[in-house]
C-alpha cells in the first residue's frame, strides 16, 4: 500500500470509527447480534469466503465459527468447505452427518492447521445441529476429484480448488461458506504473495469472481498484533485498521465512503500472510500485494490482538 497522508489517515480513521460494527464476544455460544451486519451484508451470496490472515489463532478461529453458525441458522447455508484438506479422506464428512468415528483421532491426520481445539468444536458443533436437524443437515463439502498431481504449481492448485468449490455447488445446490487463507479467498486477477517465493497468478476467490460474480462474497479476516507477531509495518493495511479503538469489528467495504476513503480502498494494498513458511522476524516479508482493499473484500473483519489457537493433544 502507498503511503497514506496524515490528513487522508485521519479520513480512513474516523470513517472506520462511524462505519465498524464492533464485535462483542470470542465465545463460540454467544449470541449473534454483533455478526449479524455481517452476515447481512454477504449472506445473498452463494459462496461466503472467510479468509483469515493466519490460521493458527484462537480469534479468528472463533469468529469463522460464529459466522458459519449465523449463516446456518438464520440464512440457509447448509455447507462447509474446509480448505486444505478431504474431508472424506479424513473421516470428518461421516463424523458430522452420522457421528460415526472420533473427531478428535481423525483430526490428528489432517494438515497442521486444522489440529486445533478450535477447529473440534466446529465439527461438534456441526454433528450436534445435524442431531437436531436430521432431514436438513449440514456437511462438509467432499472433493469429487483427485488432487492436482505431484509437482503442481501453485496456479494450477488455486485452480483446481476453485473448480472443486464450483462443482460442489453445482451439484448440490448449497449455499456455501468457504473457510480458507487470506490469500487465497482474496478476489485476486491476478494477486502476489510474497513467500517463499514472489508468485503472480489468479487465485481461488479470482476465479469464484469470475464464475458466481456477486454471488462469491470474500470477507478477510485481518488481526493488528499479537503471539508472535509485531505491529503491522506502516505501509500494510492493518496499520491503518487498527486505527479503529475497538478489539475486533466487521466492516461493509461497500458502504458509503468519502473520496479520501475510497482512494485508500482502492490504492494498492499490502496485508499480512501468515502461512507455513512465515518467520515472525521478517513479519514485513509476508505479505499479499498486486490488488487493493476494494477489490480483495466485499468486507474485513479486524482483531486488535490475537493469542494461539489451542492445539489439540498430541499435536
Keep these: 500500500m502507498n503511503r497514506t497522508s496524515a490528513t487522508a489517515a485521519e479520513a480512513v480513521a474516523d470513517w472506520l470509527t462511524q462505519h465498524a460494527h464492533p464485535i462483542n464476544s470470542f465465545d463460540t455460544n454467544a449470541t449473534s447480534d454483533d455478526l449479524r451486519p455481517l452476515a447481512d451484508a454477504v449472506a445473498d451470496a452463494e ?90 443437515p449440514v456437511q462438509l463439502a467432499v472433493p469429487s476429484s483427485q488432487s492436482p498431481p505431484p509437482g503442481a504449481g501453485l496456479a494450477e492448485i488455486e485452480r483446481d480448488m476453485a473448480d472443486e468449490a464450483i462443482r460442489w455447488r453445482e451439484r448440490t445446490r448449497q449455499k456455501t461458506v468457504y473457510w480458507g487463507g487470506l490469500a487465497h479467498t482474496a478476489v485476486g486477477d491476478p494477486r502476489s504473495v510474497s513467500s517463499p517465493a514472489p508468485q503472480t497468478h489468479r487465485n481461488v476467490g479470482g476465479h469464484l469472481r469470475e464464475h458466481f460474480g456477486s454471488g462469491y462474497a470474500s470477507v478477510g479476516l485481518t488481526f493488528h498484533h499479537g503471539i508472535d507477531h509485531p505491529v503491522p509495518p506502516r505501509e500494510f493495511a492493518e496499520a491503518l485498521l487498527g486505527a479503529a479503538d475497538l478489539p475486533a469489528y466487521s466492516l461493509d467495504l461497500r458502504a458509503r465512503r468519502p473520496a479520501a476513503v475510497d482512494a485508500w480502498l482502492g490504492a494498492p494494498a499490502m496485508t499480512r500472510v501468515v502461512g507455513p513458511f512465515y518467520d515472525a522476524r521478517e513479519d514485513a516479508d509476508h505479505h499479499l500485494s498486486g490488488g487493493s482493499l476494494a477489490e480483495w473484500f466485499d468486507a474485513v473483519v479486524h482483531v486488535r490482538e490475537v493469542t494461539r489457537a489451542r492445539p489439540l493433544q498430541g499435536s
Design 47 to 136: 459462496i461466503v469466503a472467510l479468509g483469515v490472515g493466519s490460521r493458527a489463532t484462537h480469534e479468528l478461529s472463533v469468529l469463522q465459527h460464529r459466522m458459519l453458525r449465523l449463516l446456518v441458522e438464520e440464512h440457509g447455508f447448509r455447507s462447509l468447505v474446509l480448505e486444505g484438506d478431504d474431508p472424506a479422506r479424513l473421516g470428518l464428512d461421516a463424523y458430522v452427518l452420522t457421528g460415526a468415528g472420533d473427531p478428535e483421532a481423525v483430526l490428528a491426520e489432517a494438515r497442521p492447521f486444522w489440529r486445533t481445539g478450535e477447529s473440534l468444536d466446529v465439527l461438534h458443533w456441526m454433528r450436534a445441529h445435524n442431531e437436531r436437524n436430521p432431514h436438513d
